[in-house]
C-alpha cells in the first residue's frame, strides 16, 4: 500500500496545484466561499489558497492554477471529520446542505424562467448579486469535500501501511484492489445516470441510422427541423436528454447549454457500430464492478478499526457523495451566472469572453461604467494574476513568498483583492513561478504517480497520447491515452473513448479516480506535470508496476 511516488509529487509538497481551464467570474464565487463563509459556518478557516489565471488561446481562454496547501488541508480535514463523527453535528450540517443547496436550486428555477432582456441594468445586477450570494452559501458547505477527502485518505493509507493495520487486510490482495474497496463511493455517480439517459437516445439513434444506411444523420446535422420531420423518435429523445442534462458539458470556463444536435453528434463521435451496444456494455460493466466492490468494501470495513471504518463511511457520505450532488448543484448554477454575463455583453457591446474575466466583485461596477472597464478587459486577454483572500495571508513563508516585487503588487489581507493584469501579470508570473514552480515543466520524458485502475492484462500499455484542456475543442480518437490537468463531467466523451487516463491531479476521490473505477478505465493519477511534460501524438508507455509513464517515441503531428 505504500506510495511510491517521489518527492515532487503532489502529497509531498506544500502546495496542491489545482489546474483547469477557468473564468474569474465563474470561479469566483466558489473561491469567496472558501473564505469567510466558511469560517463562519464551521468555526475555523479553510486552508490558504491563491489563484493565478493566464491566457491559453482566444479560444480556450484562461487556464487557473489554484493552489491549496496541503497541511492546513488535511488538519481542516480533521477537524471536520471529528465534527461529523457526532451524530448532532451530522444532523446539523444535512439540513444546512438540504437548505443551501436547495435555496440555490429554487433562486436557479425562478431567474431561469426571466426574460432577461427586459430587466433593466439594476434590475439585472440586483438578481446577479443575490444569486451570487446564494451560490456562496450553498459552495461554503459543498467546500468540505476536498479536505474531507485528504484526511480520509490519509488515515487510511497509515492504517494500511503500518504492520498490525496491513495484517489485518485482506491476504492477497493488491494494494489498488485494497484502495479501490476502501474509496469506492457508496451512491452512485450521476455520470452514471447520465450515461443510461443516453443511452435511450443511442437505441433510437442506432435505428434511425440503419434505416438511413449511415448517411442520414449526417446529413441532417444542424437541420433540427428535418431531423424532426424524418426521425421524430429520436429527436424527442435527444430533445428530452439534453432537457434533462443541459449543463452536462458546462465546466468554470464554459457554461453553455447543450443542444439536442449535440447530443446527437456525441452519439457518432463514439465511432461504434452500435451506439447503445458501446453505452450498455459500460453501464453492466460498471454496474459489475460495483457489486465485486461492494463485496470487498463489507470486507475492508471489517478489518478496519472503529475510527478508520467511521471515517470511510463519513469520506464516501461527504467526501465523493456530496461532491457529486455539489456538481449536480453548482453547473446549472453556472450556466445561469454566465447568462446574465450574456446579456451585459449584448448591452455593453463588450465580448462575452471578456466580460468572463472580471470578477464577481466587479460586476456592478462594470454595469455602471462598462467604459472604465474596456481598457482592462483587453489587457486581460493576455493573463491576469488575482489573490482572492477574503481569509489572512501573514505566515512567515506566505509573505516571503508574495514578496517579489514592489511594483504595486502588496501582500493581500483579510476581504482584500490584489490583482495584476496583461504585461504587469506576466511579470508577476515570471517571478512567481521562479519561487513556486508554478508552470514547471516535469523533469525529462517521464512521470510518475499513483495507479487507480490497472489494464485487465499485464502491467504495461502503449498507445499514442493527446491532451486535451478543453473537450469541447479537442478531439479524442478511440484508443488514445487521455492527458489531462483534472478531469470534469464535460469529458465523459473523451473518457469513454480514451485507452488509458493519465491525470496531473486529483486523489483516489477525485473525478478521474471514480470515473475511471467506474469505467474499468487504465488511470495514473497525480503525475503533476503530464500536461506539459508530453505533447499530442507522443507514443507513450505506461508501467502500471513502476506507476511511471514515459515517451518512447518522437512525436508525431497530432490530428
Given at each position: ?23 474569474p ?63 448532532s ?20 428555477e ?60 485482506p ?20 455520470a ?31 437541420d ?18 439534453a ?87 453548482m ?11 450574456r ?36 489587457r ?39 490583482l ?38 499485464g ?84 508501467d ?7 515517451a ?8
Open positions: 500500500m505504500t506510495d511510491q511516488r517521489d518527492e515532487s509529487t503532489i502529497r509531498e509538497r506544500v502546495w496542491f496545484n489545482w489546474q483547469q481551464p477557468a473564468s467570474l465563474l470561479l469566483g464565487g466558489t473561491i469567496d466561499a472558501c473564505g469567510q463563509p466558511f469560517r463562519d459556518f464551521f468555526g475555523f478557516p479553510f486552508f490558504t489558497s491563491i489563484i493565478y489565471y493566464r491566457t491559453l488561446d482566444r479560444d480556450r481562454g484562461y487556464q487557473c492554477s489554484w493552489l491549496l496547501r496541503i497541511g492546513e488541508g488535511e488538519a481542516c480535514g480533521r477537524l471536520l471529520v471529528d465534527a461529523l463523527s457526532v451524530p453535528f451530522q444532523a446539523h450540517l444535512d439540513q444546512a446542505i438540504e437548505k443551501s443547496f436547495g435555496a440555490l436550486g429554487t433562486a436557479g425562478e431567474l431561469s424562467s426571466l426574460d432577461l432582456e427586459r430587466l433593466n441594468d439594476d434590475e439585472l445586477i440586483g438578481r446577479f448579486e443575490d444569486f451570487q450570494r446564494l451560490f456562496i452559501d450553498f459552495y461554503r458547505i459543498g467546500a468540505i469535500t476536498e479536505p474531507v477527502t485528504w484526511h480520509v485518505e490519509r488515515l487510511f493509507r497509515e492504517f494500511a501501511d503500518d504492520a498490525e493495520g496491513a495484517a489485518n487486510l491476504q492477497g490482495w493488491s494494494g489498488d484492489r485494497i484502495e479501490a474497496a476502501a474509496f469506492m463511493t457508496s451512491e452512485e455517480p450521476y452514471l445516470e447520465i450515461e443510461r439517459s443516453l443511452a435511450v437516445v443511442a437505441e433510437l439513434f442506432d435505428e434511425a441510422n440503419s434505416q438511413g444506411a449511415g448517411g442520414d444523420l449526417v446529413e441532417l446535422a444542424g433540427w427541423d428535418a431531423m424532426q420531420r424524418r426521425h421524430p423518435g429520436l429527436a424527442t429523445a435527444a430533445s428530452l436528454h432537457e434533462s442534462y443541459p449543463w452536462k458539458a458546462n465546466n468554470y470556463r464554459v457554461a453553455k447549454a447543450i443542444g439536442e444536435m449535440e447530443v446527437i453528434a456525441e452519439l457518432q463521435a463514439m465511432d461504434a457500430e452500435s451506439a447503445q451496444e458501446h453505452l450498455r456494455s459500460g453501464i453492466a460493466n460498471t454496474e459489475g464492478r460495483r457489486a465485486s466492490m461492494s463485496e470487498d468494501r463489507a470486507r475492508i470495513l471489517a478489518a478496519c478499526p472503529p475510527t478508520v471504518r467511521s471515517a470511510l463511511r463519513i469520506g464516501d457520505r461527504y467526501g465523493s457523495g456530496l461532491a457529486d450532488r455539489r456538481k449536480a448543484t453547473l446549472p448554477a453556472l450556466q445561469l451566472i454566465d447568462s446574465i454575463a446579456e451585459l455583453a449584448r448591452r455593453s457591446g463588450v465580448e462575452h469572453g471578456l466580460i468572463l474575466n472580471l470578477t464577481p466583485g466587479e460586476m456592478s461596477e462594470f454595469v455602471r461604467s462598462p467604459e472604465a472597464y474596456r481598457e482592462r478587459l483587453e486581460r486577454r493576455e493573463a491576469l494574476v488575482l489573490v482572492q483572500a477574503p481569509f489572512p495571508l501573514d505566515d512567515a513563508e506566505m509573505s516571503a513568498r508574495l514578496r517579489i516585487g514592489a511594483e504595486g503588487f502588496r501582500l493581500p489581507r483579510k476581504d482584500d483583492t490584489s495584476a493584469e496583461g504585461p504587469d501579470a506576466l511579470v508577476l508570473l515570471d517571478r512567481i513561478d521562479a519561487t513556486m514552480g508554478l508552470f514547471r515543466h516535469g523533469k525529462g520524458d517521464e512521470v510518475s504517480g499513483t495507479v487507480i485502475v490497472r489494464p485487465q492484462s502491467s504495461i500499455l502503449e498507445g499514442r497520447c493527446r491532451v486535451i484542456s478543453d473537450p469541447r475543442i479537442d478531439r479524442l480518437e478511440p484508443a488514445e491515452i487521455l492527458i489531462a490537468t483534472s478531469t470534469t463531467p464535460d469529458f465523459m466523451p473523451a473518457i469513454r473513448n480514451a485507452s488509458a487516463l493519465l491525470v496531473d491531479q486529483g486523489g483516489t476521490l477525485s473525478h478521474a479516480a471514480l470515473t475511471s473505477r467506474e469505467l474499468g478505465k487504465p488511470c495514473i493519477i497525480g503525475t503533476v506535470h503530464a500536461s506539459s511534460v508530453f505533447r499530442s501524438g507522443d507514443l507513450l508507455r505506461l502500471f508496476d513502476a506507476c511511471t509513464a514515459i518512447i517515441a518522437e512525436s508525431a503531428d497530432a490530428e
